[in-house]
């Protein structure tokens, strides 16, 4: 497994400035992006140092012309606690066009179609989701997938990643207890899935973790 992390107190100043307002009103602050393109040059650096990956993002970040060996597509998903609300607020932001998560093509379609295709994105840890995972996972390991770059973005923020365990019930027998974001999170290995990156967001401001498995 591979990890590395974003310490809070290494970031430029603008991507330190939490929670400041600015005057134009966006769906996002300029330190919201900053600590962004810190975060994208890590998965780069992840990427490269990885021994079982054959493609790269560098050619595509440092606007070379021969691409041949990097990744040409990208996807992604965001699993939030098990919350209506928050489920909804964030699909309401990847929605947002300022925001720029989809490819350009996308917004040309209604407001309607946009969201829908934000929600498609955004799903909660619950035993249910385990269907988009299996999904997720024929699409991962289809190898005319493998220069595609497959984002996972976990929330660790309101629940922690607990492990699946075997319970023992009334019956005496043991009971499989399995949980979603175990299942979600920590299924993909390093030697079996390269092109996927992991990224776990904290509650804690003063970092931000990710790995790749």
């Not at 919201?32 to 993002?57: C, F, M, P, W």
């Not at 699909?91 to 720029?100: F, G, H, L, N, P």
């Not at 997720?136 to 997938?145: A, G, Q, S, T, Y």
């Not at 497959?150 to 399995?178: C, R, Y």
């Amino acid at each position: 497994m591979q990890f590395a992390e974003v310490d809070r107190h290494s970031l430029p100043k603008e991507a330190k400035r939490v929670g400041e307002t600015e005057e134009e009103e966006t769906s996002f602050h300029p330190n919201q992006e900053s600590l962004a393109n810190v975060i994208i040059q890590r998965i780069v650096q992840i990427i490269d140092g990885n021994q079982h990956s054959k493609y790269t993002l560098r050619p595509l970040i440092e606007n070379a012309s021969d691409r041949s060996k990097c990744y040409n597509r990208f996807e992604f998903v965001i699993y939030t606690a098990i919350s209506n609300m928050l489920e909804s607020q964030t699909a309401k932001r990847v929605a947002d066009r300022q925001m720029e998560v989809f490819p350009r093509e996308t917004y040309k379609k209604t407001k309607r179609e946009i969201r829908k295709e934000a929600e498609s994105k955004v799903k909660k840890y619950r035993p249910e989701t385990i269907s988009t995972h299996k999904k997720l996972m024929k699409r991962v390991e289809d190898p005319e997938n493998e220069r595609t770059l497959f984002l996972i973005v976990a929330d660790e923020a309101h629940v922690a990643v607990t492990k699946t365990e075997d319970e023992k019930k009334g019956d005496g027998e043991k009971h499989t207890n399995e949980r979603a974001n175990d299942t979600l999170v920590n299924y993909w290995k390093d030697e079996e899935h390269p092109n996927v990156i992991v990224l776990q967001v904290r509650k804690y401001s003063c970092q931000i973790c990710f790995w790749v498995e």
